[in-house]
């Protein structure tokens, strides 16, 4: 086990590069263990629709708390999950638990409201098994499958491991929808975006920073929002975090907006509440 605290633990880890295998797996044995230890939790953040500034869907973003590492952010251990094979475990876990928590929206009277879901190249390259797994989450939750979207970075459609593009197109046959996060920052080409059945892009978060005052990201965004209307996707931009910022992106057309102007991830717990304040008339048991 481990006595260090978390940012001496990752000071240790960092430095300490010959005793990286060591360290991985040790944190590696912290994952599969904080799965059943309920050390995991997740967090929604609303994406609103830029309009009408009602929620359309909600992003799962997974926490980790444990005893004595504290806090661990997604950012450090979701590529060493990825490494260490723990992600496929994880991400199902977080399937079922952000479909179920959807589920019971629908059921308090938010009918259209989608959850969407970060899901690694990895859970991907499990091919048919990876579809079984959404599969039976949607059943056992009983979540309308068009309820459901699937977040993948703009590399996945480059990955040349596994067949890839079918097991979307079995994904798309589910009903479930897909979109491309972080969305201009892998060079993927257009022609090869379009033979994927995407229905989102998110342009990624790099490009919306000071966009009134840069006039470079306001290029780039423009042309990201007019490919998705062209390719009939829809658009959102993450990461929003002034007025300003959103009133560049409405002028753009963008029609979903997320980001800690509208609101910071939420605790699930927080969730009814949020919705009920943005979606007067809805009834809650
Ligand atoms: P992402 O999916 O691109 O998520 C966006 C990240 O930006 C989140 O960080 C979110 O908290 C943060 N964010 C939201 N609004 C703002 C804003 O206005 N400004 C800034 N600067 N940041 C904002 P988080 O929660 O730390 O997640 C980081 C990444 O970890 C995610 O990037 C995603 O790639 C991955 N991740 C999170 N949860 C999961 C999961 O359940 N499964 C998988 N495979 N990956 C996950
Ligand atoms: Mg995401
Ligand atoms: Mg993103
Ligand atoms: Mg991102």
Aim: aromatic residues 10%.
């Amino acid at each position: 086990t481990c006595e260090f605290g978390y940012e001496k633990a990752w000071q240790y880890y960092e430095t300490k590069m010959e005793e990286t295998r060591y360290w991985k797996r040790q944190l590696g044995y912290h994952i599969t263990t904080g799965l059943t230890k309920n050390e995991f939790y997740l967090e929604y953040q609303p994406i609103v629709e830029a309009a009408s500034g009602r929620p359309l869907l909600m992003e799962a973003l997974i926490r980790w708390e444990h005893p004595t590492l504290g806090r661990v952010s997604p950012g450090r251990f979701i590529p060493l999950a990825e490494e260490l094979g723990s992600i496929v475990a994880l991400g199902r876990w977080v399937l079922m638990e952000s479909c179920s928590m959807a589920a019971s929206w629908k059921e308090a009277g938010h009918q259209n409201l989608i959850v969407s879901v970060n899901v690694s190249v990895k859970q991907l390259l499990e091919g048919k098994a990876f579809v079984q797994t959404v599969k039976e989450v949607l059943e056992e939750t009983g979540l309308p499958p068009s309820l459901l979207e699937l977040e993948i970075t703009e590399t996945v459609l480059m990955s040349k491991e596994g067949d890839i593009k079918k097991t979307l197109e079995q994904l798309e046959k589910l009903g479930v929808r897909l979109a491309i996060d972080d969305f201009g920052t892998g060079y993927s080409s257009l022609t090869h975006l379009n033979t994927f059945p995407v229905h989102t892009l998110k342009i990624d978060k790099s490009f919306i920073q000071n966009l009134p005052h840069q006039e470079n990201n306001k290029a780039i965004v423009s042309s990201l929002v007019t490919l998705a209307g062209q390719l009939d996707l829809r658009s959102i931009a993450e990461g929003v975090e002034t007025a300003e910022e959103a009133a560049v992106l409405k002028e753009k057309q963008c029609q979903g907006l997320q980001g800690y102007y509208f609101s910071r991830p939420l605790p699930a717990f927080e969730v009814p509440a949020y919705l009920q304040r943005m979606n007067p008339g809805t009834t809650f048991p």
